[in-house]
């Protein structure tokens, strides 16, 4: 069977579905995908990882591409964009436990 030929029609459902009733298309996606990698006989231990994994992938290109969109258009405001990532990057190295507060402190 042609995998590839179904993964394309999933990949239109999905993106019609989504755009036609402003759900997020992980919502189908990762059901079909889990779907799909049982077909295919792949790990059943690891089908719902490999199934999120792609679609946060998916994200993850979709996100920079509308960036880049948004930049062209001259709407993001950059110095947000610094801060934010600033502070994301700043809370993920601190330490998550109360422990770990008292020893940074």
């Known amino acids: 069977m042609e995998w590839w030929i179904i993964y394309l029609l999933m990949g239109l459902f ?3 579905f989504a755009g036609m009733l402003g759900i997020g298309g992980g919502l189908i996606l990762v059901t079909l995908m889990v779907f799909l990698f049982s077909l295919q006989e792949f790990p059943t231990d ?7 994994g792609t679609s946060l992938t998916s994200i993850v290109f979709t996100s920079i591409s509308s ?17 934010a990532t600033g502070w994301s990057r ?5 330490p998550s436990s109360p422990a770990g507060w008292r020893r940074s402190i």
């Open 14 to 16: 999905v993106g019609f």
């Open 46 to 52: 690891r089908i719902v990882h490999i199934a999120l």
């Open 67 to 83: 960036l880049r969109a948004h930049h062209r258009h001259g709407a993001v405001r950059w110095d947000i964009v610094k801060t």
């Open 90 to 94: 700043a809370r993920c190295s601190a």
